[in-house]
């Protein structure tokens, strides 16, 4: 697995690079080489951020963990890979190749054969500002509001994150 690791307002030590090799090795038997591990540390006033992406053929895995100390942020958020892949286990098995996940997960992961989609709704896309966007997502309430972007005419997607602020999905159509 290729790991790359970045600071955000902080220098990464090599201490902190050698632990998240020792904890995404766990991963990395999922995966095997030709995975890419992201991993980038932020420093906060009054924690310290850790979110590690992982991508291999065509899936994403992304985590997001908080702690006072980057070295617990970085293995809550190994814990929480390793939880999405327990919970999406046949799904991923179908994605990557075969390796036996028996190993790594024990009996007591919960088998999701079929999602429970128990609703689907049209939407009317007219063009829109990203501003206007925001605002109606505001006004009805919801996390996320899908809109034609009047700049470009892509379709596109705002949401709230979770430490505060927007953010904008656009489609990269080659």
Same mark, same amino acid.
């Given at each position: 697995m290729k790991i790359t690791t970045i600071g955000r307002k902080c220098t990464i030590r090599d201490s902190f690079k050698d632990h998240a090799?020792?904890?995404?090795s766990k991963i990395d038997r999922f995966f095997g080489d030709s995975a890419e591990a992201k991993i980038t540390a932020t420093v906060e006033k009054t924690c310290q951020i850790v979110e590690?992406? *992982?991508i291999n053929n065509g899936m994403v895995f992304r985590t997001q963990e908080q702690a006072e100390n980057m070295n617990d942020a970085l293995d809550l958020? *190994? $814990?929480s890979l390793i939880r999405q892949i327990r919970k999406n286990k046949t799904r991923i098995e179908k994605k990557i190749r075969d390796v %036996?996940? $028996?190993d790594f997960i024990d009996d007591t992961t *919960?088998?999701?054969d079929e999602f429970n989609l128990v609703r689907t709704k049209t939407v009317d896309l007219r063009?829109? %500002?990203v501003e206007e966007a925001i605002l109606k997502m505001n006004l009805v309430g919801h996390k996320f509001y899908m809109f034609l972007n009047? $700049?470009?005419g892509k379709v596109c997607v705002v949401y709230v994150r979770n430490n505060g602020g927007y953010g904008l999905i656009e489609p990269d159509i080659d």
């Amino acid at each position: 697995m290729k790991i790359t690791t970045i600071g955000r307002k902080c220098t990464i030590r090599d201490s902190f690079k050698d632990h998240a090799e020792r904890k995404l090795s766990k991963i990395d038997r999922f995966f095997g080489d030709s995975a890419e591990a992201k991993i980038t540390a932020t420093v906060e006033k009054t924690c310290q951020i850790v979110e590690i992406t *992982v991508i291999n053929n065509g899936m994403v895995f992304r985590t997001q963990e908080q702690a006072e100390n980057m070295n617990d942020a970085l293995d809550l958020c *190994v $814990d929480s890979l390793i939880r999405q892949i327990r919970k999406n286990k046949t799904r991923i098995e179908k994605k990557i190749r075969d390796v %036996s996940f $028996d190993d790594f997960i024990d009996d007591t992961t *919960v088998e999701e054969d079929e999602f429970n989609l128990v609703r689907t709704k049209t939407v009317d896309l007219r063009p829109e %500002s990203v501003e206007e966007a925001i605002l109606k997502m505001n006004l009805v309430g919801h996390k996320f509001y899908m809109f034609l972007n009047a $700049d470009n005419g892509k379709v596109c997607v705002v949401y709230v994150r979770n430490n505060g602020g927007y953010g904008l999905i656009e489609p990269d159509i080659d």
